[in-house]
């Protein structure tokens, strides 16, 4: 299994253009979350899904959308990128029939909006 | 609103000595995560500790919840330099995960 995958690895983008970070996961977990970290922080959750077709807000999520089509995959859209966006993000799953809701997180996507 | 607050948020420790990273949270959650992040890297998941006087050991750590209290306690034994990271506790409550701001550990010889 790959676990959890994110592309980029890296980006920069200028104020103002737009992008999706993609994240996968192949352990069939139906939960799926992004987090932003800023740099000497705790992570911070964005968005979240609990399957396909079912997304909720986290604690910051304005700035931002997302999807959930399949249970696999859960992009990350930026619209209007702005320097208060620069950070790194990273895509977390479990899965919900264990007790504990362990999360397995990506490897993040580092962004730098100039 | 719920709130997870990590102490300290900077420790320096030499190699063989002890210490505790303490973590305090507000919400009436028995869920408690820590996690290990080394430096540019992914978080790794140390412990999950799920009901009142949970205790977990895995080498050198050691966690443990008191949820009367709303503490969690990462207790690092005998340092080693491989132990030098940033460590994070979490809080789960209805899926809203919120972390704390993180320890950052450095043991030196």
């Known amino acids: 299994n790959a676990g959890v995958t994110q592309t980029p690895k890296f980006r920069i983008l200028k104020i103002g253009q737009s992008m999706t970070l993609q994240c996968a996961q192949d352990?069939?977990?139906?939960?799926m979350y992004w987090y932003r970290q800023d740099p000497g922080m705790g992570l911070k959750l964005i968005y979240y899904?609990?399957?396909?077709?079912?997304?909720d807000k986290g604690e910051v999520p304005n700035g931002y959308n997302v999807s959930r089509s399949t249970t696999e995959d859960f992009p990350l859209r930026l619209e209007l990128a702005a320097p208060s966006q620069t950070s790194v993000y990273f895509c977390?799953?479990?899965?919900?029939?264990?007790?504990?809701?362990?999360?397995?997180f990506g490897p993040g996507t580092r962004l730098t909006v100039l | 609103e719920l709130k997870v607050e990590q102490n300290p948020l900077f420790l320096s420790m030499q190699e063989g000595k002890n210490y505790t990273i303490y973590c305090n949270y507000s919400?009436?959650?028995?869920?408690l995560y820590w996690y290990r992040q080394d430096p540019g890297k992914s978080l790794e998941s140390l412990f999950v500790?799920?009901?009142?006087?949970a205790v977990k050991q895995e080498g050198r750590l050691m966690a443990s919840l008191d949820t009367k209290a709303r503490l969690s306690t990462l207790h690092i034994t005998a340092a080693v330099h491989d132990l030098s990271a940033t460590y994070f506790c979490?809080?789960?409550?209805?899926?809203?995960?919120?972390f704390g701001a993180g320890t950052r550990l450095t043991v030196k010889p």
């Open positions: 919400t009436t959650s028995d869920r």
């Open positions: 352990m069939n977990h139906n939960y």
């Open positions: 899904s609990v399957g396909a077709g079912i997304t």
């Open positions: 500790l799920l009901s009142n006087g």
């Open positions: 977390a799953s479990s899965f919900p029939g264990q007790e504990n809701n362990e999360q397995f």
């Open positions: 979490a809080v789960d409550e209805n899926n809203d995960m919120r």
